[in-house]
């Protein structure tokens, strides 16, 4: 079956720890995407990628980075910088990024910590 | 004004009844709209793409008004699996600017 898988799903970590979280696609997308949601606030896009070996910074990329070194996998890590790294992270592909390409996603991941 | 604004309920209607959200937008470059649905704790899922001036899928009717910029989204005949929250997303698409912006989300509680 083809998808979007995201592990693990929950993740607790210390204060000032680097943590990197998993998203695997094998929908032979070529667009890949991180999302973060907070509780009373949209989803909000932190980095997103087009084909491999290229990102760029979505909204809210401070404190985080990412790599695309195959078009499966474009793993976040949420660096010590992040001020407020808690929240439920979501990856999602889509075919490319043409007009009607619409974003498909993993169960996500939810970060907590402390 | 938000870019895009939907009524975050929560609407409590009973099985059977028709339901219907509006999602209001700002910015007239917005080319692309979508609904998805959302389960508590859960991720998003595609319900509907609209492109032109609406679509139908089954029980689920989407409409696009660009003139007064908002997007509806009709349910008839709810289940009680229709309970969810339901997310307007608007594609703005304007030279070297491409994103999506989400709505906040309307919560639909179905009840038997």
């Known amino acids: 079956d083809g998808g979007i898988t995201q592990s693990p799903k929950y993740l607790f970590r210390k204060e000032g720890q680097n943590v990197t979280l998993s998203c695997e696609q094998n929908?032979?997308?070529?667009?890949m995407y991180w999302y973060r949601q907070d509780p009373g606030q949209g989803l909000r896009l932190i980095y997103y990628?087009?084909?491999?070996?290229?990102?760029q910074k979505g909204d809210i990329a401070e404190g985080y980075s990412v790599s695309r070194e195959k078009k499966e996998s474009f793993p976040l890590t949420v660096t010590s910088a992040q001020k407020n790294p808690t929240a439920f992270y979501l990856c999602?592909?889509?075919?490319?990024?043409?007009?009607?390409?619409?974003?498909?996603f993993g169960p996500g991941t939810r970060l907590t910590v402390t | 004004r938000k870019e895009v604004e939907q009524d975050p309920g929560p609407f409590n209607v009973p099985e059977g009844a028709t339901v219907a959200f509006n999602c209001t937008y700002s910015?007239?470059?917005?080319?692309?709209f979508f609904w998805y649905r959302q389960d508590c704790r859960k991720e998003p899922k595609l319900l509907m793409s609209?492109?032109?001036?609406?679509n139908e899928d089954g029980r689920f009717t989407a409409q696009l008004n660009r003139a007064s910029q908002y997007i509806s989204l009709l349910i008839r005949d709810s289940k009680l699996s229709d309970s969810a929250t339901y997310l307007c997303?608007?594609?703005?698409?304007?030279?070297?600017?491409?994103?999506?912006?989400w709505g906040l989300g309307t919560s639909l509680a179905v009840n038997p």
């Open positions: 929908l032979n997308h070529d667009a």
């Open positions: 910015n007239s470059a917005s080319q692309s």
């Open positions: 999602a592909s889509s075919p490319g990024l043409g007009l009607r390409y619409e974003q498909y």
């Open positions: 609209v492109y032109s001036s609406g």
């Open positions: 990628s087009q084909i491999v070996n290229d990102f």
């Open positions: 997303v608007v594609r703005l698409d304007a030279g070297n600017n491409r994103k999506l912006i």
